[in-house]
């Protein structure tokens, strides 16, 4: 079983980078077996081939753009995810995007995909979240732990005592 | 009737490059290159801490991360006159080099070669045939009758499926691919074994630097990787040798497929060693240091100007002032407040001022670089080019070996003048690329001899003064001269600027009204089919742009007519 947890953003851009908080924060709520793999993987496209190829499953974390209300918690799954790269609801999905039409190329993409996110408030250069976003982040967390445990991953809480 | 082509952005990373193209009589007429968003990443580095920046300038840009690291450790060592240990040069420069290696291979095969290759004419091709050519070309150990058989009943299971993929936005049947079926194939073979080639460039890259796609172990004053000749938990013999491994796997592909192709596609194409040649003002800057303090180098650059050899002026160490005054960038065309000219790096501004797209006014969120007022060229080509007339041996060896495969394919006889085009970049990265793969070994035989003399060290901790001091970084990142500029006051960051290489290629017209590289080399580009601008992306390409591109055709009311997505 090997499964990625993939945040892509750009953190110079506020809510941009989103995801790669939220791949910042989650090993401080929980932790988390040697099956799962934190990515941190920025705007970077082909460099992740490797890291993606023949998962069991891959979580991608990200600033969504679904025209709801900012720090709305958005989930895309299934027929959906072919969706989210059509219509470019993410800014910097060329890289990730071709990186995910090359693995179905080499048959080696991953079993099964989910998108996690957030509507984004701000797009303006700047390395914080927008106080709206902030407030969804928590929510953010547990819908990541949430997709773990439907894939039969428990995450044991709060190791931030222990930090 | 004259009509207008739009090339327009789709990525938000560095850049996000426009183009718009005046199309008459089949071929460009006139070309505007804009940059679509406002790169404001100096301003977030103000009040910061000097040894912060880099892990900051990394994500300036989506694709080279590492290379805005590297540069702006140098631009604080290069003012606090930091000297470095070896041992920390050699790490750095086996990264610089897988990273410039893997960028060049994917460049060519994954984000560009499908502007020359039609991946459905390879389903007309004889396997055989294929074969027997290719292993007449090289001893490339993939190129099997075998292996050819099984990738073309593989692509056409993937056509047959009506699911492209990867491959869906591609001009296939363009009148302007011109290759047979079989060279088709061969490099759709090539364009799958590079993706499991490319991989071993990530390793060396993730196993130096900590992680990928962005690097840790850089610090002001060298690297935080520990050397050691047997414990576990740092950078060990077992383990460079590891890299050791993959960095001759590489140098096997990129010396027996990479360079080959290149070639053998040139051949094909011999009409587009004349399209594309625009700026022939080439910078190129030394790099691969030798010594702690920037002023010996495994590979030279510098200036030649109006693509004459001999005017060939060398940038000596990366504190010649030859470098650090020549360089000033201008705002007349750009979205920001100007009105002083143009302005040297340390003394530059930021402060945008967005007007809409105006021809003759303001059209990019890029500055205009220029090197003593002049726009320039930058990129592989530039630094083939100051190699060769430096007298750099392993460049002057490959550029012929490439040229004369190309003049046996093209049966007329191809020479280094063919390189100032659109082919001819290209053809010099491949060339570049096979120089730095060898160079990387080298980086890796430094190391493993420093070690072997009990060496160890690898950082020289910084002090930082009271007061005023400024520096700059200079790099020859894969795409060419990057440079980060930076004045700190009492340990604090003063200003920061960058000048990247897409800066230099995509400037927009400067001070003197001078088109940039992208806009100089389009000019005269036929177009056979506008809705198809194949080849204007060809040109575009050439140059390796640090972004994607969505194309639309604008008529002359500039309504969109058509739009396609390119890679």
Same mark, same amino acid.
């Not at chain 1, 060329?94 to 995909?113: F, I, M, Q, S, Y």
């Given at each position: 079983?090997?499964?990625?947890?993939?945040?892509?953003?750009?953190?110079?851009?506020?809510?941009?980078?989103?995801?790669?908080?939220?791949?910042?924060?989650?090993?401080?709520?929980?932790?988390?077996?040697?099956?799962?793999?934190?990515?941190?993987?920025?705007?970077?496209?082909?460099?992740?081939?490797?890291?993606?190829?023949?998962?069991?499953?891959?979580?991608?974390?990200?600033?969504?753009?679904?025209?709801?209300?900012?720090?709305?918690?958005?989930?895309?799954?299934?027929?959906?995810?072919?969706?989210?790269?059509?219509?470019?609801?993410?800014?910097?999905?060329?890289?990730?995007?071709?990186?995910?039409?090359?693995?179905?190329?080499?048959?080696?993409?991953?079993?099964?995909?989910?998108?996690?996110?957030?509507?984004?408030?701000?797009?303006?250069?700047?390395?914080?979240?927008?106080?709206?976003?902030?407030?969804?982040?928590?929510?953010?967390?547990?819908?990541?732990?949430?997709?773990?445990?439907?894939?039969?991953?428990?995450?044991?809480?709060?190791?931030?005592?222990?930090? | 009737?004259?009509?207008?082509?739009?090339?327009?952005?789709?990525?938000?990373?560095?850049?996000?490059?426009?183009?718009?193209?005046?199309?008459?009589?089949?071929?460009?007429?006139?070309?505007?290159?804009?940059?679509?968003?406002?790169?404001?990443?100096?301003?977030?580095?103000?009040?910061?801490?000097?040894?912060?920046?880099?892990?900051?300038?990394?994500?300036?840009?989506?694709?080279?991360?590492?290379?805005?690291?590297?540069?702006?450790?140098?631009?604080?060592?290069?003012?606090?006159?930091?000297?470095?240990?070896?041992?920390?040069?050699?790490?750095?420069?086996?990264?610089?080099?897988?990273?410039?290696?893997?960028?060049?291979?994917?460049?060519?095969?994954?984000?560009?070669?499908?502007?020359?290759?039609?991946?459905?004419?390879?389903?007309?091709?004889?396997?055989?045939?294929?074969?027997?050519?290719?292993?007449?070309?090289?001893?490339?150990?993939?190129?099997?009758?075998?292996?050819?058989?099984?990738?073309?009943?593989?692509?056409?299971?993937?056509?047959?499926?009506?699911?492209?993929?990867?491959?869906?936005?591609?001009?296939?049947?363009?009148?302007?691919?011109?290759?047979? &079926?079989?060279?088709?194939?061969?490099?759709?073979?090539?364009?799958?074994?590079?993706?499991?080639?490319?991989? $071993?460039?990530?390793?060396?890259?993730?196993?130096?630097?900590?992680?990928?796609?962005?690097?840790?172990?850089?610090?002001?004053?060298?690297?935080?990787?520990?050397?050691?000749?047997?414990?576990?938990?740092?950078?060990?013999?077992?383990?460079?040798?590891?890299?050791?491994?993959?960095?001759?796997?590489?140098?096997?592909?990129?010396?027996?497929?990479?360079?080959?192709?290149?070639?053998?596609?040139?051949?094909?194409?011999?009409?587009?060693?004349?399209?594309?040649?625009?700026?022939?003002?080439?910078?190129?800057?030394?790099?691969?240091?030798?010594?702690?303090?920037?002023?010996?180098?495994?590979?030279?650059?510098? $200036?030649?100007?109006?693509?004459?050899?001999?005017?060939?002026?060398?940038?000596?160490?990366?504190?010649?002032?030859?470098?650090?005054?020549?360089?000033?960038?201008?705002?007349?065309?750009?979205?920001?407040?100007?009105?002083?000219?143009?302005?040297?790096?340390?003394?530059?501004?930021?402060?945008?001022?967005?007007?809409?797209?105006?021809?003759?006014?303001?059209?990019?969120?890029?500055?205009?670089?220029?090197?003593?007022?002049?726009?320039?060229?930058?990129?592989?080509?530039?630094?083939?080019?100051?190699?060769?007339?430096?007298?750099?041996?392993?460049?002057?060896?490959?550029?012929?070996?490439?040229?004369?495969?190309?003049?046996?394919?093209?049966?007329?006889?191809?020479?280094?003048?063919?390189?100032?085009?659109?082919?001819?970049? $290209?053809?010099?990265?491949?060339?570049?690329?096979?120089?730095?793969?060898?160079?990387?070994?080298?980086?890796? /035989?430094?190391?493993?001899?420093?070690?072997?003399?009990? /060496?160890?060290?690898?950082?020289?901790?910084?002090?930082?003064?009271?007061?005023?001091?400024?520096?700059?970084?200079?790099?020859?990142?894969?795409?060419?001269?990057?440079?980060?500029?930076?004045?700190?006051?009492?340990?604090?960051?003063?200003?920061?600027?960058?000048?990247?290489?897409?800066?230099?290629?995509?400037?927009?017209?400067?001070?003197?009204?001078?088109?940039?590289?992208?806009?100089?080399?389009?000019?005269?580009?036929?177009?056979?089919?506008?809705?198809?601008?194949?080849?204007?992306?060809?040109?575009?390409?050439?140059?390796?742009?640090?972004?994607?591109?969505?194309?639309?055709?604008?008529?002359?009311?500039?309504? &969109?007519?058509?739009?396609?997505?390119?890679?």
């Amino acid at each position: 079983m090997r499964i990625v947890v993939l945040g892509v953003g750009n953190i110079l851009l506020s809510d941009e980078g989103l995801g790669v908080r939220a791949i910042e924060r989650l090993p401080l709520a929980c932790a988390l077996p040697p099956t799962v793999e934190l990515i941190d993987g920025g705007t970077s496209g082909m460099e992740m081939l490797e890291e993606l190829e023949g998962l069991d499953a891959l979580i991608i974390v990200d600033a969504v753009r679904a025209g709801r209300a900012a720090g709305t918690p958005i989930r895309l799954a299934g027929d959906a995810v072919p969706v989210f790269f059509k219509t470019r609801l993410s800014p910097h999905q060329v890289g990730l995007c071709d990186v995910l039409a090359t693995l179905e190329l080499l048959g080696r993409a991953p079993k099964h995909t989910a998108i996690l996110g957030l509507q984004p408030q701000s797009l303006a250069l700047g390395m914080e979240l927008s106080r709206e976003v902030e407030a969804g982040m928590p929510e953010l967390l547990r819908m990541m732990i949430n997709e773990l445990l439907m894939l039969g991953i428990g995450a044991s809480p709060a190791t931030i005592e222990a930090r | 009737m004259s009509q207008r082509v739009t090339i327009d952005p789709v990525t938000r990373i560095e850049g996000h490059l426009r183009v718009d193209v005046e199309v008459d009589a089949g071929k460009v007429r006139k070309a505007w290159a804009s940059g679509q968003m406002w790169r404001g990443v100096e301003n977030i580095l103000i009040g910061r801490d000097p040894r912060d920046a880099w892990a900051i300038t990394q994500r300036i840009c989506g694709v080279c991360t590492t290379v805005h690291a590297l540069a702006s450790v140098r631009a604080v060592e290069n003012a606090l006159q930091l000297e470095l240990p070896v041992n920390a040069q050699y790490i750095r420069n086996m990264i610089i080099l897988a990273h410039a290696v893997h960028d060049h291979i994917v460049h060519f095969y994954h984000l560009s070669a499908l502007d020359w290759v039609d991946v459905t004419s390879a389903l007309k091709a004889d396997p055989a045939k294929a074969a027997s050519l290719a292993e007449s070309l090289s001893s490339w150990s993939g190129n099997s009758k075998a292996e050819f058989t099984k990738v073309k009943e593989r692509l056409a299971g993937f056509v047959g499926s009506g699911q492209l993929g990867i491959f869906t936005n591609g001009y296939w049947g363009h009148p302007a691919m011109k290759l047979p &079926p079989e060279v088709n194939l061969i490099a759709v073979v090539h364009y799958l074994q590079a993706l499991e080639v490319q991989r $071993h460039a990530n390793k060396v890259v993730s196993i130096l630097g900590g992680k990928t796609p962005h690097i840790q172990n850089l610090a002001v004053g060298g690297v935080c990787n520990a050397l050691a000749i047997d414990s576990q938990s740092v950078l060990t013999v077992e383990r460079l040798l590891a890299v050791r491994g993959w960095i001759d796997q590489l140098a096997d592909f990129v010396k027996n497929v990479y360079l080959i192709d290149v070639a053998v596609v040139g051949g094909f194409y011999p009409e587009w060693t004349t399209i594309g040649r625009g700026i022939v003002d080439y910078i190129s800057v030394p790099d691969i240091p030798l010594d702690g303090r920037n002023t010996q180098f495994a590979l030279p650059g510098g $200036h030649i100007a109006g693509g004459d050899l001999a005017t060939f002026k060398e940038i000596k160490t990366h504190d010649d002032a030859y470098f650090r005054d020549g360089v000033t960038e201008s705002v007349k065309h750009s979205w920001y407040e100007g009105g002083k000219g143009p302005l040297h790096p340390y003394k530059g501004e930021t402060r945008p001022q967005y007007t809409d797209f105006q021809e003759d006014g303001k059209y990019s969120w890029l500055k205009s670089p220029t090197f003593y007022e002049k726009p320039m060229q930058v990129g592989p080509l530039p630094r083939v080019l100051a190699m060769v007339a430096a007298g750099h041996q392993p460049t002057i060896d490959y550029a012929t070996h490439a040229l004369d495969l190309v003049s046996t394919v093209a049966k007329t006889k191809v020479g280094l003048d063919a390189l100032h085009s659109t082919i001819g970049r $290209h053809a010099a990265r491949a060339v570049a690329c096979a120089v730095e793969v060898d160079e990387l070994a080298r980086q890796w /035989d430094l190391l493993l001899a420093s070690m072997a003399k009990g /060496d160890l060290k690898t950082f020289n901790k910084p002090v930082f003064p009271k007061g005023e001091i400024s520096g700059v970084g200079i790099h020859e990142a894969p795409r060419g001269v990057l440079s980060h500029w930076i004045v700190i006051n009492d340990g604090k960051i003063k200003n920061y600027q960058c000048v990247v290489p897409t800066t230099w290629n995509a400037a927009p017209r400067n001070d003197k009204d001078e088109p940039g590289a992208y806009e100089a080399c389009l000019a005269g580009t036929p177009v056979a089919i506008p809705e198809q601008p194949l080849e204007v992306l060809r040109t575009v390409h050439s140059f390796d742009p640090c972004l994607a591109c969505a194309v639309h055709v604008v008529d002359q009311e500039k309504q &969109p007519v058509v739009k396609v997505k390119a890679a």
